[in-house]
């Protein structure tokens, strides 16, 4: 099933530690492979394995401590914050798993929030964003703000705002952690149906053997180290 | 700005009780400001415009006011016959030889005793003094016993109503006029005959000069003129000035003392918009590590809760303002040390005073803001998405 493809996502003998009080609390000691474009990986391992981490590295949310991590071919450990924040902006679609939508804002304004960091008019904005509430099955609850939908229906919306953009890479932390079998069943659906029909590739940290499964490829971490299932 | 404004306005709007205590507390601070300026700028608006520009005062070198001033005939005939002074429609020297005395009136409302002061003029008094009109009754006439209130005086003291009878400089007088100075000091002063006045009171001399300029341009030439003259000891002050330098003491009593308090609270405004702002950046803090993740930058979080802070400042105050509005209403009274006399005048609002009460306001939420948007805005983004 793995066709051969360029590596969207290239990690050599990367190291993370973090420091708590003056210990250094080593976290990843020397992760190395790959992730091709149009792959779906779960990286999977116990708790405090450093999952999180990882796929924070890759998201460019945080910093590793020495090896190499390119994605897109681009070097993000050399981007300064603000063309970190930029590289992201474009590069990175986010599915956390408390849906992080702001609590203020519609349905329709969470989706847009990216596009407002892109030059687009607004009009185009709006045609953006009904498009990908409609492919979330999202488009009659536009104006409702999060605390007027369901947890699927909330990570539904988040979903359609990692996609906006039209991200290299979707990451997500336990995108089902946080809701019951059916609500789980149809975000993992969206997910897969996103890497299938639209070719994106999705990092995805689960606990969940059944959510795993779903996936291309499955990494687990132990110990600060990765094992390919 | 990349943040959406309606992100920060309705995350005011959700905490609106919070929003709306914190403003009110600014809005106080504001008041207090707004108060201090309408209540100079009123002050000097009405001993601006107690003078005319082409009148000059003559007083004795050295008194500060005409109270304390003393200019005998023969000088009083010297300064007159100046050749700069204006000519009326009868052939008569514009001048009005004055006398100024303080007495004792009893307040209408208190009963308390309160200086008021007590103008001798010519019966040409009123034709240098545009701005006065007699609003009811009449002018006083010359020789009589006779006296005209200015309407605050009639309002404010006992027996200087239409009508009504003073006893001052062991005489009784009739208060025969009101008289209307158009909200100038004036219109807290009684005016009589000055020959009578100088009568009762047994005075000699006159107090002071006032004369009209036919060209208010030669100013300095008469000034310069009397005051080096050798058999005069005297000081010419254009009339707006002499009046203005008057109320200098009490406006800067009252800038002081205004912009102390202001000060101070203002201290305790800030603190409590800071106090708000930590803990909007506290409840919110997911919220603002995800929106770093999505690509908002340092920059954005910082402008936004900075704007965050302002608009709070705004709304202090626009409420502030609105309240110090209302102190236009009002007119109040206080002694004027440098006169010793009673003097009323109201708050005043102008634009300008509108505009810096609310730079105050803005730089109070800015001052406010900028702590807490600092650390919204260098919070590590992975520190804060732990937050949820
Ligand atoms: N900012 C931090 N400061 C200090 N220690 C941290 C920090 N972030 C993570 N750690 C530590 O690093 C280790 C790995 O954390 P991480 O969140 O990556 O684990 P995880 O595999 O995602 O676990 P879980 O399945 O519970 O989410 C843990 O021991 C954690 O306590
Ligand atoms: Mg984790």
């Known amino acids: 099933m793995n066709q051969?493809?360029?590596?969207?996502?290239?990690?050599?003998?990367?190291?993370?530690?973090?420091?708590?009080?003056?210990?250094?609390?080593?976290?990843?000691?020397?992760?190395?492979?790959?992730?091709?474009?149009?792959?779906?990986?779960?990286?999977?391992?116990?708790?405090?394995?450093?999952?999180?981490?990882?796929?924070?590295?890759?998201?460019?949310?945080?910093?590793?401590?020495?090896?190499?991590?390119?994605?897109?071919?681009?070097?993000?450990?050399?981007?300064?914050?603000?063309?970190?924040?930029?590289?992201?902006?474009?590069?990175?679609?986010?599915?956390?798993?408390?849906?992080?939508?702001?609590?203020?804002?519609?349905?329709?304004?969470?989706?847009?929030?990216?596009?407002?960091?892109?030059?687009?008019?607004?009009?185009?904005?709006?045609?953006?964003?009904?498009?990908?509430?409609?492919?979330?099955?999202?488009?009659?609850?536009?104006e409702h703000f999060p605390s007027e939908l369901s947890g699927g229906q909330q990570q539904r919306v988040a979903i359609a705002r990692a996609i906006i953009t039209d991200p290299t890479i979707l990451v997500a932390d336990e995108p089902t952690g946080d809701l019951d079998r059916v609500a789980a069943e149809d975000v993992l659906k969206m997910l897969d149906q996103l890497n299938r029909e639209l070719g994106k590739t999705i990092i995805m940290v689960t606990h969940d053997p059944h959510s795993a499964a779903k996936a291309r490829t499955v990494q687990h971490l132990d110990k600060g180290e990765l094992r390919q299932a | 700005m990349k943040i959406p404004l309606s992100y920060t306005l309705r995350n005011l709007w959700m905490r609106r009780l919070t929003t709306l205590l914190t403003a009110g507390g600014m809005a106080l601070v504001v008041f207090v400001f707004a108060t201090v300026l309408m209540l100079e700028e009123g002050l000097r608006k009405t001993l601006v415009e107690t003078g005319s520009y082409d009148n000059v005062v003559v007083i004795r070198r050295s008194a500060q006011t005409e109270v304390q001033s003393a200019i005998d005939r023969p000088q009083a005939a010297l300064i007159e016959s100046q050749p700069e002074v204006a000519v009326g429609a009868d052939g008569e020297r514009m001048v009005s030889?004055?006398?100024?005395?303080?007495?004792?009136?009893?307040?209408?409302?208190?009963?308390?005793?309160?200086?008021?002061?007590?103008?001798?003029?010519?019966?040409?008094?009123?034709?240098?003094?545009?701005?006065?009109?007699?609003?009811?009754?009449?002018?006083?006439?010359?020789?009589?016993?006779?006296?005209?209130?200015?309407?605050n005086a009639a309002e404010r003291f006992k027996g200087a109503g239409i009508g009504e009878?003073?006893?001052?400089?062991?005489?009784?007088?009739?208060?025969?006029?009101?008289?209307?100075?158009?909200?100038?000091?004036?219109?807290?002063?009684?005016?009589?005959?000055?020959?009578?006045?100088?009568?009762?009171?047994?005075?000699?001399?006159?107090?002071?000069?006032?004369?009209?300029l036919d060209d208010p341009a030669s100013f300095n030439a008469v000034k310069a003129r009397l005051e080096s003259d050798q058999r005069?000891?005297?000081?010419?002050?254009?009339?707006?000035?002499?009046?203005?330098?008057?109320?200098?003491?009490?406006?800067?009593?009252?800038?002081?003392?205004?912009?102390?308090?202001?000060?101070?609270?203002?201290?305790?405004?800030?603190?409590?918009?800071?106090?708000?702002?930590?803990?909007?950046?506290?409840?919110?803090?997911?919220?603002?590590?995800?929106?770093?993740?999505?690509?908002?930058?340092?920059?954005?979080?910082?402008?936004?809760?900075?704007?965050?802070?302002?608009?709070?400042?705004?709304?202090?105050g626009c409420g502030g303002l609105f309240l110090a509005s209302f102190m236009q209403f009002f007119t109040i009274s206080t002694m004027n040390w440098q006169s010793f006399s009673e003097l009323a005048f109201s708050f005043s609002l102008t634009p300008g005073i509108a505009a810096k009460t609310l730079a105050f306001a803005l730089v109070m939420g800015l001052v406010g803001g900028f702590l807490p948007a600092m650390q919204a805005a260098r919070l590590p983004i992975i520190d804060a998405l732990r937050a949820a």
């Open chain 1, 4 to 142: 051969i493809a360029q590596p969207v996502v290239e990690i050599r003998n990367l190291a993370k530690s973090y420091r708590r009080g003056d210990q250094i609390v080593p976290v990843l000691t020397n992760i190395t492979f790959d992730i091709a474009a149009g792959d779906y990986v779960a990286l999977m391992g116990p708790s405090g394995s450093g999952k999180s981490t990882l796929l924070n590295l890759i998201a460019g949310i945080d910093k590793p401590d020495s090896g190499i991590l390119r994605v897109g071919g681009i070097d993000i450990t050399a981007l300064g914050e603000a063309e970190l924040a930029n590289w992201r902006s474009r590069n990175v679609g986010f599915i956390f798993q408390f849906y992080n939508l702001m609590p203020v804002l519609t349905a329709f304004e969470n989706v847009e929030l990216p596009l407002l960091l892109t030059d687009l008019p607004a009009r185009e904005r709006a045609d953006h964003v009904n498009a990908a509430l409609s492919m979330v099955g999202l488009s009659d609850r536009m």
């Open chain 2, 97 to 151: 030889k004055e006398t100024v005395v303080l007495v004792n009136l009893n307040k209408r409302d208190s009963g308390k005793p309160t200086n008021v002061m007590v103008r001798g003029v010519a019966p040409r008094g009123l034709t240098l003094r545009p701005q006065a009109k007699i609003i009811a009754g009449r002018m006083f006439s010359p020789g009589a016993s006779e006296i005209v209130a200015g309407r």
């Open chain 2, 165 to 212: 009878t003073l006893w001052f400089g062991q005489r009784e007088w009739r208060v025969v006029g009101t008289f209307d100075a158009g909200k100038s000091g004036f219109d807290s002063e009684i005016w009589g005959d000055s020959d009578q006045l100088m009568q009762a009171f047994r005075r000699p001399v006159y107090s002071a000069l006032l004369i009209k």
């Open chain 2, 232 to 316: 005069l000891t005297v000081e010419a002050k254009r009339e707006t000035m002499f009046y203005a330098d008057q109320s200098e003491m009490l406006a800067g009593f009252i800038r002081y003392l205004g912009l102390t308090l202001s000060i101070i609270f203002s201290v305790g405004a800030v603190i409590g918009a800071m106090i708000t702002m930590y803990a909007s950046v506290a409840s919110r803090t997911a919220e603002i590590g995800t929106l770093r993740a999505l690509g908002f930058r340092q920059g954005s979080v910082m402008a936004a809760f900075m704007f965050e802070a302002i608009l709070l400042g705004f709304v202090g």
